[in-house]
């Protein structure tokens, strides 16, 4: 909730309630399983961070990358950022 709070900004109190609800309903401390660790959001996922904050790349999230798995291959490994650009134009 803390990282909504400080990366998204809304000058309305609806919004600023909406998005504080939403973070606490999808606010997760820790990763329980690959599955859950697989189908987890890439964006603004307080689990995932650059430099200590939870990230957003536009670019790729236009592109359609919304989840972890789709960086990765089918046997469940990382793939490289020269694939990346490759399989979805970044």
Not at 51 to 57: D, I, M, T, Y
């Amino acid at each position: 909730m803390k990282d909504s709070r400080n990366i998204i900004k809304a000058s309305d109190h609806f919004s600023k309630q909406f998005l504080e609800i939403w973070s606490e309903a999808n606010s997760e401390e820790k990763i329980v399983s690959y599955y859950h660790f697989w189908s987890s959001p890439l964006w603004h996922n307080s689990l995932i961070r650059v430099e200590n904050r939870p990230v957003l790349f536009r670019d790729w999230l236009l592109k359609g990358m919304t989840k972890v798995e789709h960086l990765m291959d089918d046997s469940a490994k990382f793939v490289s950022l020269s694939l990346l650009s490759k399989l979805y134009s970044i």
